[in-house]
């Protein structure tokens, strides 16, 4: 559906000074949601709010590569009343986690509670903190990376710090535990860029333990204990967990917070690397 001077051509033909690309842009495809009964592990809900802790493995909203199975598929079939919110794909989502990071989320259960979390989340005054466990020692207890965040050069699935476009990204983090060759980070990000604190832990050299995407390649460890690897390659996932989040409530204003307690496949590593 694209042309180059009104002929068809091929996606390797080179465009010079004076070329005129044209076409169509063809509409999408509709996604129509079905309610599954998937398990669903729910921390609080009301008329308003719900919220949940996501497992590792699900992925919030449905999308081309995952029409089911997702997080928003449980949450029709437990809240019957919410396909309208946002339009239909998202109904509720003021927020996401990555397929392979766990922990706790909210979702709007109508549009009033949508649009007063979405400009919480705008304004940046949502309290979030991460756990996550990584390479390296840190000499330092606390800090800061300010590295703006945009799409990599030449992998589009990636971020990246090293971009032509790159958005503000602030993250800050303080050493929880130091193990045997690795660190349990709490992290507070101030921005909410894709992939942010996977992309910035990478870029000061101190990548999450089984991130498939900026993670270090062959042995998960330092050391090549079988039974580490196993644990690791069990956990399938980046090492990242969303621990806290608190906000104000939509409705009653009251400030909220909610606690996911840390996964049993994240437990079983830091307990691994304590017996050291």
Known sequence: MVFLNQKEAKPSSHLKTGDIVSGMIPRPKPIFLQPEPLPL?????DPSIIVVDKPAG?????AYGNPSGTLVN?????????AGING???PGIVHRLDKGTSGVMVVAKDDQAYHQLTKQFKNRTVEKSYLAIVYGKFSQDTGVINAPIGRHLSQRKRMSTRTRKGREAITHWRVMERLNGFTLLEIFPHTGRTHQIRVHLSSIGHPLLGDP???RKGKPGAFGDPL???LVRRMNRQALHSHRL?????RTGERVSFISPIPED????????REQ
């Open 228 to 230: 580490f690897r196993e």
């Open 74 to 82: 449980a949450l029709l079939y437990h809240c019957k009343d919410r």
């Open 88 to 90: 239909s794909i998202r």
């Open 246 to 250: 608190g906000f104000i409530h939509p």
């Open 41 to 45: 592990t729910i921390f609080y809900e």
């Open 213 to 215: 995407l900026y993670g």
């Open 266 to 273: 994240m437990s079983k590593i830091l307990s691994f690397l």
């Open 58 to 62: 699900m992925v919030v909203h449905p």
